[in-house]
């Protein structure tokens, strides 16, 4: 399916290609192929459309001679507005409390609250060298009391006790005294979920909002809820002034829409994701590399990014009017050629980038090589007089073996180089005009 939506998209990218604007026409198929993506990855609708809104004000009208095409062009908005709205904001937890500094976690019944509990206890024990105390106020299931114990221990941190018969509020109170006395540095308080929202959990946990007064209020959000996120996450919201969101269970095969539809929903920066059952299962959240996933296209949008980013397009308009006007095209240009491709980051760099059944194709090709390749041809041109990168015909054998030995290669290296120069010569005269363009365009597709 992920794959299917890239190849749609490229499909148009092709066919909308080379016009110099985003405009209102070959916008909209785009936008709808943009818009089935959100819905797939389970975007919540009114998100969605807000979103796509969003996309289409700022691209409408947008002149895109900059970079290779509309449909790139496009592509990047779309990612780069995926992005930014998903990572705004502070991604770590915000301690800059009194101490001890209290977090309260928030969520539904099964979202992960308490295993997220004990891998937040690692990593502020672990990264952020803190004394962590946890406690759970979910009276209603003893059984989650002893969970919260038992990971709390594995966190290496402290655990207080509470049991069914106190009220969350003096368990937290009491939780908070102990935290106090013996200076630690977190209080982490986990609470009870219920399977769906319901006004006495929301009284619950107002009342222990209110009377521990927290510097981090956490939501954490089942990233394969899917849809029902958002209605989670408005509830939460209007019980509580959040903080951020933690997105559990991304090592699953959802494609993580829920991020989106929260986080515009909530306001709240998302700061972790989960990705394993594990306590070190907890990452920073990683906002591009989720867009990317979001889309189902894997890495090919930082891809695109790249390629139009690293091409310089004004370098090559000017090469192609001066191939156009008769000036020729020589060593200097063959060599900025050579640079260009440098420029995009290294071959092998965008090998990395590209989904999986591409890199497989194009795996057949040593990239390495051809990365040495590239840069032997660089030290050949560099070896040579500005009169002969001018004028390569007077590069006879006497002078051929003088750049040889200057760049430490072979005569025949020099040879073969000359000829792939001669046959893109012979390529830059035929195609004179908007011929150079073209070729860059390809490059980018
Ligand atoms: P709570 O009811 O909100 O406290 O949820 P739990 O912490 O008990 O988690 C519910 C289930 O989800 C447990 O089986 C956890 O092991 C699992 N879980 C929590 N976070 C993650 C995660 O990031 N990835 C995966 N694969 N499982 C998770």
């Known amino acids: 399916m992920a794959s299917a939506l890239s190849d749609k998209l490229s499909r148009l990218v092709k066919e909308i290609r080379g016009q110099a604007r985003i405009t209102e026409a070959n916008v909209t198929d785009m936008l709808r192929e943009v818009r089935m993506a959100l819905l797939e990855a389970d975007v919540a609708l009114p998100v969605v459309r807000d979103f796509i809104a969003r996309v289409k004000e700022k691209a409408l009208g947008q002149d895109v001679l900059g970079s290779l095409s509309p449909g790139q062009a496009l592509v990047s908005i779309v990612n780069r507005e995926l992005s930014s709205t998903m990572g705004e904001g502070v991604s770590d937890i915000n301690l800059a409390a009194q101490p001890p500094a209290v977090i309260l976690m928030a969520g539904l019944q099964g979202a992960g609250k308490t295993t997220t509990t004990a891998k937040l206890a690692k990593h502020l024990i672990e990264k952020r060298k803190k004394k962590v105390l946890t406690v759970s106020g979910d009276v209603y299931r003893p059984a989650a009391i002893e969970q919260l114990k038992m990971v709390t221990a594995q966190a290496g941190a402290e655990w207080f ?41 929301m009284q619950e946990i107002k009342a222990l909002h209110a009377a521990l007064n927290p510097v981090e209020t956490l939501f954490v959000v089942d990233a394969m809820q899917g849809q029902d996120a958002v209605n989670t996450a ?53 906002a591009e590399r989720h867009a ?64 999986a059944s591409m890199a497989a194709k194009a795996g057949q090709m040593d990239m390495g090589r051809v990365e040495k390749d590239i840069q032997r041809k660089q030290g050949i041109i560099h070896s040579m007089t500005p009169l002969e990168r001018r004028k390569p015909e007077l590069i006879k054998a006497t002078r051929k073996r003088r750049i040889a030995a200057g760049a430490g290669v072979q005569v025949q290296e020099v040879n073969r180089m000359l000829k792939e120069f001669e046959q893109m010569q012979d390529m830059m005269k035929k195609m004179k005009g908007g011929g150079m363009m073209k070729m860059m365009k390809r490059m980018g597709g």
């Open 161 to 201: 006790p509470s049991s069914p018969d106190q009220k969350p509020v003096a368990i937290a109170l009491a939780a908070l005294d102990y935290a106090r006395k013996h200076f630690f540095d977190v209080l982490l308080v986990d609470t009870a979920g219920r399977l769906a929202i319901d006004e006495a959990l």
């Open 234 to 286: 408005k509830a939460f919201k209007d019980a509580l002034p959040l903080t951020g969101i933690i997105l559990t269970k991304l090592d699953g095969d959802s494609r993580g829409g829920a991020a989106l539809s929260v986080r515009q929903v909530t306001g709240a920066p998302i700061k972790f994701a989960g990705t394993s059952e594990k306590l070190d299962g907890l990452e920073v959240f990683d």
């Open 292 to 355: 990317g996933r979001i889309l189902g296209m894997g890495d090919i949008l930082a891809l695109v990014e790249q390629v139009t980013s690293g091409v310089d397009m004004a370098a090559a308009q000017k090469l192609a009017a001066k191939v156009k006007s008769g000036g020729g095209f020589d060593l200097n240009d063959f060599l900025a050629q050579i640079q260009q491709m440098k420029q995009m980051g290294g071959l092998s760099s965008l090998m990395d980038k590209l989904p």
